[in-house]
């Protein structure tokens, strides 16, 4: 015996066995409603830190995943890497950041159009689902990111998604903002020329 109490164990073959990530209220749907849900999973997510396999949590549902420093183990010899435009990756930065929004709202933070091919690579990555429709004329449908884009990026829910500190800590945005002041610079040294003539 492993210590692990019959509904604690009653948890983690529910969890084991189970096809995709489940929130608590699916697991007590199997275990019953008389198993303390969250309390068997704070033991099983103790029980299984630094091992093979470890119990997270993605976007408030759980589920077992190969330990993140074991991973290439079980990837195959040959991996097809599909890398993603340019304009793909930042309407999946929108999205992530901005969600649910819509087609319109990518668009005007992007400062052009995208193709609706860009939107569907995104979704049969399974990173990004349609998010209902907006109540506004036209009901326009907006989209936001799955616990797959989570899962995939390694993060516990969007509120781990780095800010604009940690993206300046990590040298992401110093060449633009270098760019803009120096373009405002110009800018202030043609208009103060501007006023001399």
């Known amino acids: 015996m492993n210590g ?13 066995a189970a096809e995709a990530p489940l929130s608590p209220a699916e697991i007590a749907d199997y275990v019953g409603e008389h198993v303390d849900v969250a309390q068997a999973l704070a ?9 093979g396999i470890e119990l997270v949590e993605r976007g ?11 991973a290439h183990i079980l990837r195959p010899e040959r991996e097809e890497s599909r890398r993603l435009s340019r304009a793909a990756v930042e309407t999946l930065a929108i999205i992530a950041y901005h969600e649910p929004v819509t087609r319109a709202e990518i668009e005007a933070i992007r ?12 979704m049969e990555a399974g990173w990004v689902r349609p998010a209902g429709r907006r109540e506004v004329p036209g009901r ?14 390694g993060l516990s829910s969007r509120r781990d998604l ?28 043609l208009e103060s020329a501007d006023e001399e003539d």
């Open 4 to 16: 692990l109490s019959d509904h604690v164990r009653a948890v983690e073959a529910t969890l084991f």
């Open 60 to 70: 408030k549902a759980w589920h077992f995943q190969t330990a993140p420093d074991l």
């Open 162 to 189: 780095p800010g604009i500190d940690d993206l300046k800590a990590a040298g992401l945005l110093d060449p633009i903002e270098a760019a803009l002041e120096q373009m405002g610079g110009e800018q202030l040294e």
């Open 111 to 122: 400062g052009v159009q995208i193709s609706k091919g860009t939107l569907d690579v995104l």
């Open 140 to 153: 326009p449908l907006t989209f936001a990111t799955t616990a797959t884009f989570l899962q995939h990026f």
């Open 43 to 51: 033991e099983l997510h103790a029980h299984y830190s630094g091992r």
